[in-house]
């Protein structure tokens, strides 16, 4: 058994994460796999996800901002990685000497990258924006999108490399008209004079549904941490396993009569007498309160309501039931083990399991295994 310690901790097994991946590896072969690793990934610990996520079959990492891919590079990951979030400060000349391939939706960012004083060309991705209109270059902007990053490219400051979008996922119908407006953005960059080493279009959603967006590779998020992108299927029905489980042990037992009871900040009014669990994990570690009244956790292999939320607890409803004090309490974990999942705490809380992992705080600790 591993040790855990006294408090919250998100136990990450990375056994079950390489099974994922492999598994969308599979899925999407002969396309290739990138791994998103943003967000910390998703929670689960940047660095030891994109070892386990390489191991597995992924070719290469996205990692949102410039500033994640050099933390990588520093940690000796070679791979290829791509970054597509950028601010005015974002530091284009580390990007280049380090190889990070860069997604770009806008002539500012591709003036910035010539004038960063790089050493090497910039490896850029051009954007289209194919209907989510959250950045990409719109079918008006895209020929002078292209047209500049051809003429620095001429100029030895970048290379044009690729071209990408992002669907919206909002549904099937909508994913098509995005692909279509992709495959029309990426004609009229050719006969502009673009040629295009690789193109990526789709993540979770279209990777698994949509064998026709998964061009060069797939940008495989959400699908690899265990959690479902459609509404009709779960992530166990995809096959798929939540590698993250968060637990925390009982601090004490309270057998109370009706009437209130409270314990610092956690406070609850009870209608009949009741046995109350006091476990050591609450919203300051990213449990989602709105969730409370409908959430459990799993206590003494049962699913136990959640009575009261607080910063550093929870009160646990523990009436007959065979625990004691260091038991410890699943808030959610595998679906294979009866834990609640993440994305039935995001149907509770009426978020997204990405929410659900991601909003774990660093201060609970994540605890490797597998
Ligand atoms: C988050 C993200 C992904 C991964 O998306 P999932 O839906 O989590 O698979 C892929 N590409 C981009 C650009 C993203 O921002």
Redesign the pocket.
């Known amino acids: 058994m591993t040790e855990l310690p006294n408090g919250a901790a998100a136990v990450i097994d990375l056994a079950a994460f390489r099974r994922n991946v492999e598994s969308l590896v599979a899925t999407a072969a002969p396309s290739e796999v990138m791994l998103?690793v943003?967000a910390n990934a998703?929670g689960h610990g940047m660095l030891p996800i994109s070892l386990a996520a390489l191991e597995a079959g992924a070719t290469s990492l996205?990692v949102?901002e410039v500033g994640a891919g050099l933390e990588l590079r520093e940690a000796g990951i070679t791979v290829p990685l791509f970054a597509?979030l950028h601010g005015t400060g974002t530091d284009f000349r580390a990007a280049a000497e380090n190889r990070i391939d860069l997604?770009v939706s806008a002539v500012w960012q591709l003036e910035a990258i010539a004038e960063s004083g790089a050493s090497v060309p910039a490896r850029v991705h051009l954007k289209i924006d194919t209907g989510l209109s959250r950045n990409g270059a719109s079918a008006e902007d895209w020929p002078e999108l292209v047209e500049t990053a051809l003429h620095l490219e001429s100029q030895g400051f970048l290379e044009v490399y690729g071209a990408w979008s992002?669907l919206a996922?909002a549904s099937v119908a909508d994913d098509e008209i995005a692909l279509a407006k992709f495959v029309v953005a990426v004609e009229v960059a050719t006969s502009l004079g673009a040629r295009f080493s690789t193109l990526h279009l789709a993540?979770?959603?279209a990777?698994i549904r949509m064998p026709e967006a998964r061009f060069d590779f797939v940008?495989?998020?959400?699908?690899?941490f265990g959690i479902s992108?459609f509404d009709d299927v779960d992530a166990q029905g995809l096959g798929l396993e939540a590698p993250m489980a968060l637990t925390a042990p009982v601090l004490s037992l309270h057998g109370l009569p009706a009437g209130p009871f409270h314990l610092g900040d956690v406070a609850v009014d009870l209608d009949e007498p009741a046995t109350l669990a006091l476990v050591a994990v609450g919203y300051g570690d990213g449990v989602q309160s709105p969730a409370i009244g409908r959430a459990e956790v799993l206590l003494g292999g049962e699913r136990r309501r959640i009575v009261a939320l607080g910063v550093d607890r929870m009160l646990v409803d523990a009436d007959d039931l065979e625990v004691a004090v260091g038991d410890r309490a699943v808030v959610f974990g595998s679906a294979e083990r009866g834990e609640p999942t993440a994305e039935e705490w995001a149907a509770h809380a009426d978020s997204i399991g990405?929410e659900i992992v991601a909003s774990i705080t660093p201060r609970v600790p994540r605890v490797y295994v597998g």
């Open positions: 998103a943003k998703y996205g949102l597509w997604g992002h996922d993540a979770s959603s990777g940008r495989f998020g959400i699908a690899a992108p990405d």
